[in-house]
């Protein structure tokens, strides 16, 4: 079994910083990818940033700029590092985990989500 736990999130003023954090344990057999997904009220799930095990990132488009996806490669831990926060970047943030297990198959994981609100 694999875990996933979130922390940093909070509320924040308009134009303020927050640092998520997602540390991974359990049997994480080979990493694909790991990322942060978002969901605000009413709204669909959405990708926000994620990190390939090859050191690519990919952002999406209304976070390029502000947000910062890292990894801590001996902890398993995955960060995100929002910066020039909006009220549109409030909803619940989800740490999502990509990993090959060790019979080939390709497993999704999440974490129980930490929640973000931006004040304007």
């Known amino acids: 079994q694999v875990q996933l736990v979130e922390s940093g999130g909070g509320s924040v003023q308009a134009g303020g910083s927050l640092r998520l954090s997602c540390a991974a344990s359990?049997?994480?057999?080979?990493?694909?990818?790991i990322g942060w997904y978002r969901q605000a009220p009413g709204k669909q799930r959405e990708s926000v940033a994620s990190?390939?095990?090859?050191?690519?990132?990919n952002y999406a488009d209304s976070v390029k700029g502000r947000f910062t996806i890292s990894r801590d490669n001996g902890a398993n831990t995955v960060y995100l590092q929002m910066s020039s926060l909006k009220s549109e970047d409030t909803g619940a943030y989800y740490c999502?985990?990509?990993?090959?297990?060790?019979?080939?198959?390709?497993?999704?994981?999440w974490g129980q989500g930490t929640q973000v609100t931006v004040s304007s």
């Open positions: 999502n985990l990509a990993s090959w297990d060790a019979y080939g198959v390709l497993r999704n994981y």
């Open positions: 359990g049997s994480i057999f080979r990493i694909n990818a």
């Open positions: 990190l390939t095990s090859s050191g690519r990132t």
